[in-house]
């Protein structure tokens, strides 16, 4: 006979077995926790530099002693500049992977080896006015200008490249997705300012990396090391001492210009219209705070205070910025406190509701037309699934606290209140492989029940759902497991990631993949 009785409840005064063996528990992740690989190489580190400093000490001759030496800046260099990377990934708040880090460090990497390196030499410092005849100036004007193209241009450049192709997978979604395993295409691509900033600060690592171990501290230890006489000792020392302020300056230096100009590319791929200005600014703004800081100190050294604290002010306000954006068109990570006033869109706390959203007070009866019945509120149950008369039972509309993104307003139309409940997207419908798909808030939509698209549409399901804040205004919500892309009205892409809606509006087209492409007509 079953026992129905209901379970004992454990003593919570008692501490269970995966309280007292965490490594065990199952609500936990250990292995999908940042904390966990940056711990992991702390501990790998930690052992080298041990070793490296034991084989210093042991080492016979002057050869052998500097090539443990050049192993032990590697490894200091390296742990100190992922420790740099983990600050700014943990703030972000970011919802990619710590993986996102090494295509960029990969790229600036591979660019800094001589072949690519002497064509940016060449451009920027031979016909361009960046040469030593310039850039040794002992006079500021003359310095700042042979610094802005011989390292500011031609460095800020050289960092940017993989923000850019990242940015242009975005841009170009639609038909360079194809050619790219979706994984990888999601590891690359930038979606934003945020992404860009991440990028950017990547590459700005792999910049000082291969600059500090292989360039300055190799030159420094050689030119101490012939003028002691043969003192490697004293020239390792000297090396460390160089290698520390070049690291740790990552923040106020490269790694902070290439923030910002990331975050300004990231900026240019959500704001289309503007994407040409908003590039030159990033560019300049990052070229000109990067001749600044190496040709100040013609003037007074003390100026360099300065200009490395302007640097940290903005790469942090874009950062707080990027997160901001993210936040009020991306959906993730809203905040309503701290450094970020309001992050979600819409009205919060007394402030002024993003750009497209006015806020809609909650009707008593909203009717859908005015005289057919009303349109499904949060929790009720919508319609039945559309292309499936027998459809299962009815599924849940999305939650409220998914943030939507908004379709900006066409070029030349005015922005307008959202429609009133009665009249929302009177007439829309979804254009897809040939079928006029009206668009009813809480119907459900999938694709494989075309009977033009069959297979090629499984998996690809849509829900149209109502904002929780604002039931004059309609999205569709990404119900599958692949990203769709969004073209907008004003010309810009946004992807929707499953479980993210796309408001509607007519004149919006959508890639679901496979080759499927929908049009939002009315």
Known sequence: MANHMPPIPRDHDEASFSEIVPIR?????????????????????????????QGLISAQTPQARYGVFRSLTMVITAYLLMLTLFSVYVYSRTDRKIWYFAFPIIVICILLTPPFLRLFIFIFREILPGGANLTKSPIFFNAFIGMFFGAGLMEELMKSIPVLFGAALTVFAVRMRGGIPPAIFELLRVRGPLDGILMGVASGAGFIFIETWDQYVPNIVANVFKATKGNDLGAFGLGLMLLFPRVINGLAGHMAYAGIFGYFIGLAVIRPKRAPMLLLIGWLTASILHAFWNSVGTIWDALNYLVAAATVVALIACLLKARQIEASIFGRGAETGG????????????????????????????????????????????????????????????????????????????????????????????????????LVPGARIDLAAIPALGERGRGMVAEVSVHPRHPGVIGLKNA????????LRDGSVQPV??????????????????????????
């Open 339 to 438: 450094s970020i006033i309001v992050g979600a869109s819409g009205p919060a706390h007394g402030m002024a509701p993003a750009p497209g959203y006015a806020p809609v007070p909650p009707p008593v009866s909203p009717q859908w037309g005015g005289g057919p019945p009303a349109a499904p509120q949060w929790g009720a149950p919508p319609p039945p699934q559309w292309g499936h008369p027998h459809a299962g039972p009815p599924v849940a509309p999305p939650p409220p606290h998914h943030p939507w993104p908004h379709a900006p307003a066409a070029p030349g139309e005015a922005a307008t209140t959202p429609m009133q409940p009665s009249a929302v997207a009177p007439g829309l419908s979804l254009h897809v492989a040939g079928a006029n798909i009206p």
């Open 497 to 522: 990631e499953p479980q993210r809606n796309v408001r509607l509006a007519g004149g919006i087209s959508i890639d679901f993949g496979g080759g499927i492409q929908g049009a939002v007509v009315g």
């Open 480 to 487: 599958g497991a692949a990203t769709w892309y969004a073209r």
């Open 25 to 53: 528990s199952g609500k936990i992740s250990l292995f999908k926790s940042p904390l966990f690989i940056f711990g992991i190489v702390t501990a790998i580190a930690t052992v080298l530099l041990f070793g490296l400093m």
